[in-house]
């Protein structure tokens, strides 16, 4: 009767043992499949973030497009503005209104190249290439050049006549 209670144990051991068996083999295969889960998260948040830091760069473009835009807006506005209030506001006014209105635009055209020279997100290097700034430089210099040519034109320019 030991023997067979010893063998029912030796029995019920040997099921045990082949049951743990099985169960390291289920979480050896479970750690498996969790290593090459994280490591798909790990590059798929690494892509996130290279997509952020290309959003970035598209974005500061924008931002540079719209200072860009509104300095012409207001130059043409400032040189609009004696043609269009000559005769109808004192000289003088006319002047200033265009004047302030041009040294708004040489402004704008400063502003937009100081905002895209800043080096904005820091790693990762997005995938988009930056527009080179020294042709920002010379752009937006030229622009300023004409705005402080109009400015002398809307001073030292002949009034129109009506």
Known sequence: ????ALSKSAGKLAQTAGAV???AEHIKSATGAMEASTGRIED???RRTQLAADRTRLAAE???AAWVRTGLAALASGVGAKALLAGVVPGLLVSAMG???VLFSAFCFAAAVWRQ???GAGPPEPDTARLPPALLVVVNGFLVLVALAALAGLWLGQ???R
């Open 21 to 23: 068996k099985a169960s």
């Open 1 to 4: 009767m030991a023997d067979e």
């Open 159 to 161: 009034p129109l006549a």
């Open 62 to 64: 924008r931002t540079y």
């Open 117 to 119: 020279a800043q080096p």
């Open 99 to 101: 004047g302030v209105l």
């Open 44 to 46: 798929s948040a690494d």
